[in-house]
């Protein structure tokens, strides 16, 4: 689809909200494929993520931001500043709202920041096939009357409901301007970053209960094959030799069915064969490791 450049828009909408409001959910929809992972636990999104949708002569840079939340860590602190760069300077914020969950204690310090926050904002209520209407509507009056939100939308990112209605409108919204990135690129993540996250997604998916949050995956080796193959190297860093035992599973078997549906997701997003090997290494103080942070894309805070 060629679009001349004096027609061209392009412009950056930061989704921002607490955890698990479906914020990369949204964005791998509008987006029209993977970019940012998913998993049913709070704050699995922790570095900010660009997805790039292109609609009619418009493209829509969107960044997926890490959840918002009261930081106790320096790993939660990284993230929760992570979220507020990837709103500074965008041309629009669009707040997230699980609208089943509704407005708890975790929404206040969003809400309070955005009040403050120069840029546009639109308010997103999200997972409406599954919420109260009233309810909703009680959440949208109350956000109104503390932010003063400009356009607001009811979505459901899991079945497509108001999706369509909702990329026009971002589409319609952006400045006019030369397009940021060619128009088959869909995200600014790396081949390899991308293959940390697929394999931090399998954790999640496959030991979500039992193991804790603290858990990170960095690639130490990613090299193409002479035979267009790609080899990767990753490390599932955990903080406990008991965390170990969990991933590795009784002979090893759960982390080769982590391997084995990371390999399967990855060889698809790459369109090639991969050649996957994981390995698991106790790291008590990983997350106070500097370059584990730069390696996921993360800034070091104090």
Not at 96 to 117: N, S
Request: hydrophobic share 40%; with cysteine.
């Amino acid at each position: 689809m060629e679009v001349s450049d004096n027609s061209q828009r392009c412009g950056v909408v930061a989704i921002v909200g607490a955890p698990n409001a479906g914020k990369s959910t949204l964005v791998n929809a509008l987006v029209g494929q993977k970019v940012a992972i998913t998993s049913p636990k709070a704050q699995t999104t922790r570095t900010r993520v660009m997805g790039v949708a292109i609609e009619g002569d418009a493209q829509v840079v969107l960044v997926d931001t890490p959840g918002i939340f009261a930081p106790r860590r320096r790993l939660d602190r990284a993230m929760v500043q992570a979220a507020w760069g990837g709103a500074q300077g965008a041309d629009l914020i669009a707040l997230v709202v699980d609208g089943k969950a509704g407005l708890g204690p975790k929404m206040e310090p969003i809400i309070e920041a955005l009040v403050h926050r120069p840029e546009r904002k639109w308010l997103i209520l999200n997972k409406v096939d599954i919420a109260i209407k009233e309810k909703l509507l009680v959440h949208t009056q109350k956000l109104y009357e503390r932010v003063g939100f400009e356009e607001t939308f009811f979505i459901s990112a899991q079945t497509g409901d108001g999706l369509a209605q909702l990329k026009t409108a971002f589409a319609d919204a952006m400045p006019q301007g030369p397009w940021h990135f060619p128009e088959d690129q869909v995200s600014d993540a790396t081949d390899r970053m991308l293959a940390a996250e697929i394999t931090r997604e399998q954790l999640y998916h496959q030991l979500h209960a039992e193991l804790p949050y603290a858990a990170a995956v960095d690639t130490e080796q990613y090299k193409e094959r002479e035979d267009g193959s790609v080899e990767i190297h990753q490390q599932i860093l955990v903080a406990r030799p008991t965390q170990r035992a969990i991933v590795l599973g009784k002979g090893g078997q759960r982390l080769k069915e982590i391997g084995s549906k990371a390999r399967a997701e990855l060889a698809t997003l790459l369109g090639v064969k991969v050649h996957l090997y994981l390995h698991v290494k106790v790291k008590e103080d990983w997350e106070d490791d500097r370059f584990i942070y730069r390696d996921i894309g993360l800034d070091w805070v104090e």
